[in-house]
T-cell receptor
Framework: NAGVTQTPKFQVLKTGQSMTLQCAQDMNHEYMSWYRQDPGMGLRLIHY???????DQGEVPNGYNVSRSTTEDFPLRLLSAAPSQTSVYFC?????????????FGPGTRLTVL | AQSVTQLGSHVSVSEGALVLLRCNYS??????LFWYVQYPNQGLQLLLKYTTGATLVKGINGFEAEFKKSETSFHLTKPSAHMSDAAEYFCAVSLPSSGSARQLTFGSGTQLTVLP
């Protein structure tokens, strides 16, 4: 099992550009989430999904879009990048089977917006 | 809404000394509690969790934490620090009622430095 994979690992964008951060998991997990990590602020939830075709907003959704067409993939789209979106982005997944299960995190994507 | 406070953004201990990382939470109902560790340039790894049952939970790498409802705390301890414990540690909380959402609320993190 590869677990949770994220691409790219690093990305530099100019203000106004768009891009998609990819996230995939091979554990057949129902739940997937996107977090951003900023110094001194921990991780904050951007968007999450409880299954294919179902998404919802987290704490800081503005400027980001998501979709979940398959169980495996949960891409995060930046429509018009802004310097305030410079951050490290983590994708996570977990299973709903057997009560509360841990969230598995990907290695992260470090994004810089100039 | 729930929240998490980690006291001390940076903690330094000597190798072999006790590690104590503090976490307090605010929640209207008994929450699920977690500690995650993040090594440099890596994702987060679960150290331990409390959901129900025994309030003293043991995790990986010799860490443990105790859920104290009266103090709304979930402090992380390890009797003897090792150089390999140097990392950032995050406390997180989730409400059982969040059910299918499995949303985690994180503290701001504590950077642990282990001195030789």
């Amino acid at each position: 099992n590869a677990g949770v994979t994220q691409t790219p690992k690093f990305q530099v964008l100019k203000t106004g550009q768009s891009m998609t951060l990819q996230c995939a998991q091979d554990m057949n997990h129902e739940y997937m989430s996107w977090y951003r990590q900023d110094p001194g602020m921990g991780l904050r939830l951007i968007h999450y999904s409880v299954g294919a075709g179902i998404t919802d907003q987290g704490e800081v959704p503005n400027g980001y879009n998501v979709s979940r067409s398959t169980t495996e993939d949960f891409p995060l789209r930046l429509l018009s990048a802004a310097p305030s979106q410079t951050s490290v982005y983590f994708c996570a997944s977990s299973s709903k089977r057997g009560g509360y299960n841990e969230q598995f995190f990907g290695p992260g994507t470090r994004l810089t917006v100039l | 809404a729930q929240s998490v406070t980690q006291l001390g953004s940076h903690v330094s201990v000597s190798e072999g000394a006790l590690v104590l990382l503090r976490c307090n939470y605010s929640s209207s109902v008994p929450p699920y509690l977690f500690w995650y560790v993040q090594y440099p340039n890596q994702g987060l790894q679960l150290l331990l969790k409390y959901t129900t049952g025994a309030t003293l939970v043991k995790g990986i790498n010799g860490f443990e934490a105790e859920f104290k409802k009266s103090e709304t705390s979930f402090h992380l301890t390890k009797p003897s620090a090792h150089m390999s414990d140097a990392a950032e540690y995050f406390c997180a909380v989730s409400l059982p009622s969040s059910g299918s959402a499995r949303q985690l609320t994180f503290g701001s993190g504590t950077q642990l430095t282990v001195l030789p």
